[in-house]
């Protein structure tokens, strides 16, 4: 009777607890039904580059691209600047897939370092995967969960999300638009893009018919490019710049060489097909020109004929009018092969008045002094420069001006809209455009990076913060360079240093050796002898008062030196240069 009554307490209490776990369920899913959709941009607003944005809604998390950008000005030594993963690390386990839209450095150029801290699938198209594969080889990363998706491709993330790929125009094949169908309803993230109805490739015009057909179906949100949210009309087509370089090309005698982004595969496409019909040979420098390159042609995105491509070494053996040289740098970076050869530091090649240089690449915002230096580089050297400011179009953006985004947002018909994609300069130029077209203000929201745009039956709301810093990369160091780091490199660049030596022995109070000074980018020694005798004569009484005062000990006295020293220095020069005791301590028994 007992067991009995005992099986039937188990039973009951099994039968309970199955119950109240699917009370619990429907309750999760209620609640994630009714939770808002989370939109945390982690880069790629509020400047150029590195673009990331977060979607997240219940135990749900996808990242759209993750990019790199340029170091500025005031990060001296640092090589590149990638998204803050703070965020994603902490929420790894909601963490259903990274979507990227093209094989732009700015869109992929991080994601080695996110793979290397995480275990993610990533989906992208054959040409985007084919540029990464190379990139991941490079830093060591066996094995990638890399996923190939086509224009026209539902992928289902987790239970918040379906994302489909469509096709869109850019700068580089294989670009893709995304809808994300959410609890909330349709999200349309445009990508890099523009309209462009007369493409090098004729099949790979961009899918308005399917934007217009979610736009009819309803689509809640739009995030959009706003690179050139400034500029009015359209953005020209592609296939001019080819017909710019046949004209170059027909009848020039000189070796042509042609600098532009490594991952611009349809211009390069176009230098060759020009290098072709004329007869000349195509050499290849920079790395990640020579990788692009080799992955775009093994994947058939690009035709070379056999023969064409040349070394380097090889280009001694042809006349100047049968030559093309393929380069990076149009963007001014240092190391680059252009850099290298504007400044006479090419191991294989030197520039003169039999060369002309064809910079197919407009600035980036905040690198026209570099660019501008190489090209006075180049001039004083003969070379004959043409840039997009030059009578021939040798380069077309690749991004949606004013009235492509108008086109774009006619389309798709949003009930609210977040700008993407550049300054802050142009996301608000996106937003004006979007008040334009009949948005009401309240539906518009621009964004920062880290800061959460929650998205609602009601509407949009700021919901919170998350950690959106920059990284820096400096050389293998990620991360290690920080505000305090670059502080130093700026005062070290502004105003030098100096270095205080000594051995001292809080024994007997004695300084037993020393003091000597070293300077660095302050002054030169030997034409200010007499103020480096002050500052040794200002040291040594410093030393010597503190040691025999009180109870001395070596952190102290470092920075007792170090304070009075500086104020010193500057009476005397008006600088402020880093100072850096550096003393040993000397017991004698």
């Excluded at 939109?39 to 607003?45: A, L, Q, R, S, T």
């Excluded at 054959?126 to 190939?148: M, Q």
């Excluded at 992928?155 to 580089?172: C, M, R, T, W, Y």
């Amino acid at each position: 009777m007992a067991k009995k009554k005992e099986k039937e307490t188990v039973k009951k209490e099994k039968k309970t607890a199955v119950k109240a776990k699917k009370i619990k369920e429907e309750k999760k899913e209620k609640t994630e039904k009714g939770a808002k959709l989370k939109v945390i941009p982690i880069g790629g607003v509020d400047g150029i580059g590195m673009n990331m944005t977060l979607l997240e809604h219940g135990d749900d998390i996808i990242a759209i691209d993750c990019g790199v950008a340029f170091p500025e000005d005031d990060m001296p030594g640092v090589d590149l600047v990638i998204p803050d993963f703070t965020y994603l690390l902490r929420n790894e386990e909601k963490l259903r897939g990274l979507i990227l839209t093209h094989g732009h450095e700015d869109h992929i150029g991080a994601v080695p370092y996110l793979l290397k801290q995480v275990k993610i699938p990533v989906y992208g198209t054959r040409l985007t995967l084919g540029i990464l594969r190379l990139k991941l080889a490079e830093h060591g990363i066996k094995n990638p969960d890399l996923r190939e998706v086509f224009p026209g491709d539902t992928e289902g993330f987790g239970k918040a999300f379906d994302v489909e790929f469509i096709k869109v125009n850019h700068s580089i094949p294989d670009a893709v638009a995304l809808c994300i169908t959410t609890p909330i309803g349709r999200v349309i993230h445009t990508g890099d893009f523009k309209i462009d109805l007369t493409p090098t490739e004729g099949d790979s015009r961009i899918d308005l018919y399917r934007l217009a057909t979610l736009g009819h179906k309803g689509v809640k949100l739009l995030m959009a490019d706003s690179t050139n949210a400034e500029r009015e009309g359209y953005t020209p087509s592609e296939s001019i710049v080819g017909m710019s370089f046949d004209k170059l090309f027909y009848g020039c005698e000189k070796r042509i060489v042609i600098a532009t982004f490594s991952s611009n595969v349809h211009r390069i496409q176009q230098v060759i097909n020009a290098a072709v019909k004329y007869g000349r040979k195509v050499a290849v420098t920079g790395r990640s020109m020579l990788n692009v390159l080799k992955a775009a042609t093994e994947l058939g995105y690009m035709s070379v004929p056999e023969g064409t491509i040349i070394d380097p070494a090889e280009m001694r053996l042809y006349k100047d009018s049968q030559l093309t040289l393929l380069t990076t740098g149009s963007q001014g970076e240092r190391m680059s092969g252009l850099y290298r050869m504007a400044n006479g530091e090419h191991s294989q090649i030197t520039l003169g008045r039999n060369d002309m240089v064809v910079l197919s690449a407009s600035a980036i915002p905040g690198n026209e002094k570099l660019i501008g230096n190489i090209v006075n580089g180049l001039y004083k050297l003969g070379v004959e420069v043409m840039t997009v400011d030059t009578e021939e179009c040798v380069h077309v953006s690749g991004h949606a001006c004013r009235e492509e985004l108008k086109m774009m947002h006619a389309l798709t018909q949003p009930e609210f809209f977040v700008p993407l994609h550049g300054e802050y300069k142009h996301l608000c130029a996106h937003a004006s455009l979007a008040r334009e077209m009949g948005m009401k203000s309240k539906n518009i929201m621009i964004p920062e990076n880290g800061k959460i745009i929650e998205v609602g039956k009601r509407g949009l709301a700021s919901g919170g913060t998350v950690p959106a810093e920059q990284i820096l990369v400096d050389g293998y160091g990620v991360g290690d360079v920080g505000a305090t780091v670059l502080k130093d490199r700026l005062h070290l660049a502004e105003d030098g240093i100096i270095v205080v030596s000594a051995t001292v022995d809080f024994t007997i109070l004695e300084m037993t050796a020393g003091p000597e000074i070293i300077t660095r980018g302050f002054v030169y020694a030997k034409e200010n002898e007499r103020l480096m005798e002050e500052l040794v004569d200002k040291s040594a009484e410093l030393i010597r008062k503190f040691i025999y005062n009180g109870k001395p000990d070596m952190y102290t006295l470092k920075e007792r030196v170090k304070t009075s020293l500086s104020s010193f220095i500057y009476s005397k020069t008006k600088k402020k240069p880093i100072v850096l005791p550096v003393f040993t301590e000397n017991e004698l028994y």
